[in-house]
């Protein structure tokens, strides 16, 4: 199960300045990176309670559902935030999939304090909801995106939707974006807060019912004002393009990773982007015999970026694919510094990348669905786990551990699962 998927009908203890939080942190040359101001810890142990387990496991299911989290984020005071949905395939009393969003708030601990549920299905009409990112917000709540079915008995339409929780969790707004008839597919897979207060969206526009021989599809990037509603939005068209991956920049603009799909073969693509969503230069990277993928991309402690996903070599006579997890580091203009892949060294297995962030020694932790992996700043291995669970998301947490969440598979479902780990990868056994 992929989370950065296309669904097709049915398929920030202590802070350095809390009223960045929510943002992403860019840091300046010299400073310890991370991805947003939650990180930036005068002292991990002054931040670190004796009374919070330095690791643990908490695992959520149900034998009806498949659930999953696609994005984890630690709070100010040491909690963190989920981005959770569940959904079940069509059965005999219903001909339509039904699936819900969750945003949840739990303590250092893992401990429930708050839930809020999206969706609804009754007789025949419903709205589903998927959860794809979650980011604290500069008022102690939260903001999530993601994507939105409506279903009538005529038919469905998919949009992007975007929700603003208050500290406890009550909805302040929650808007639907885009999407009108049976043939528009919008999506947002990212959100950021930006320093006004406002947020910038990415995800896909698509009107052309998926069909990759037509030019109306790209990626989309939303500017909302902190009421929600739209300032502005763009599209950078392509066939089939898409935008998994935004942040704002240290010169008030943004990064975008995805996919672009020109010519019947998915490449990564990197946007750099003005204030105004007015492209500044954008890059493909793949070679040709490979698809690729962009999960994920951060503005390192240089001015540069890096960015992770996946690339893919198709071995024709064998009919299978490899899988490897692919990460680049950019300079500022979005030229290679280095580029480097790990894993699938058996025919047809496969590795991804889900995300990237650059940790506080200039290194990077990336969470590669079962498997773990720390990198030193010129991208050479420290250390890697494997894992029972799929892993989407990672952050690395004011003790210097790491918060994750992902999914793992039982006989009868997939189970909504994530972790504190302590600082080499590890759960407390």
């Not at 020109?262 to 204030?275: I, M, P, T, Y």
């Not at 793949?286 to 960015?307: E, H, L, R």
């Not at 490897?324 to 590795?351: H, Q």
Request: glycine content about 12%; hydrophobic content about 30%.
């Amino acid at each position: 199960m992929n989370t950065k998927r296309i669904i097709l009908l049915g398929l920030a203890g202590l802070v350095t300045n809390l009223t960045n939080c929510g943002k992403d942190y860019i840091p300046q040359n010299g400073e310890p990176a991370s991805d947003d101001t939650s990180q930036q810890v005068t002292n991990s142990a002054d931040a670190y309670s004796p009374l919070e387990k330095k690791c643990w496991r908490q695992v959520e299911g149900n034998d009806d559902y498949d659930e999953q989290i696609d994005s984890v984020r630690q709070t100010p005071e040491g909690g963190y935030l989920l981005a959770e949905s569940d959904w079940r395939v069509p059965d005999q009393t219903s001909e339509l999939s039904t699936s819900h969003a969750w945003v949840k708030k739990v303590d250092s601990n893992g401990e429930l304090e708050w839930d809020t549920f999206f969706g609804y299905y009754i007789n025949g009409k419903g709205t589903d909801y998927f959860a794809h990112e979650v980011r604290p917000t500069m008022d102690g709540g939260a903001v999530v995106c993601g994507e939105r079915f409506f279903y009538t008995s005529d038919g469905s339409t998919m949009s992007g939707w975007t929700a603003k929780l208050n500290k406890e969790g009550g909805v302040e707004w929650n808007n639907k974006i885009g999407g009108s008839g049976d043939c528009d597919f919008y999506d947002l897979y990212s959100i950021e807060q930006t320093k006004e207060g406002g947020y910038i969206a990415a995800g896909m526009s698509d009107t052309s019912c998926f069909d990759v021989n037509t030019p109306e599809s790209g990626m989309w990037i939303v500017k909302l004002f902190a009421s929600g509603e739209i300032s502005w939005d763009v599209v950078l068209p392509d066939q089939y393009g898409r935008a998994d991956s935004i942040k704002p920049t240290n010169d008030g603009g943004y990064i975008v990773a995805g996919i672009n799909a020109g010519n019947a073969q998915f490449v990564g693509h990197v946007a750099k982007l003005d204030s105004t969503g007015g492209s500044i230069w954008e890059k493909n990277y793949c070679t040709t015999d490979k698809s690729c993928w962009i999960n994920s991309i951060q503005q390192t402690n240089d001015g540069g970026y890096v960015a992770a996903g996946v690339s893919s070599l198709l071995n024709q006579e064998k009919d299978n694919i490899n899988d490897k997890v692919w990460i680049l580091k950019l300079d500022k203009s979005g030229d290679v510094e280095w580029e480097k892949k790990y894993g699938a060294s058996i025919e047809g297995e496969s590795n991804r990348a889900e995300e990237i962030q650059q940790t506080t020694d200039l290194g990077y932790i990336v969470a590669a669905g079962d498997w773990i992996l720390k990198l030193n700043p010129e991208g050479e291995v420290q250390w890697d786990n494997s894992l029972t669970e799929y892993l989407n998301s990672i952050q690395q947490t004011f003790d210097g551990g790491y918060i994750t969440g992902g999914y793992i598979s039982n006989s009868s479902s997939d189970d909504a699962v994530f972790m504190k780990l302590d600082q080499n990868g590890k759960t407390c056994d």
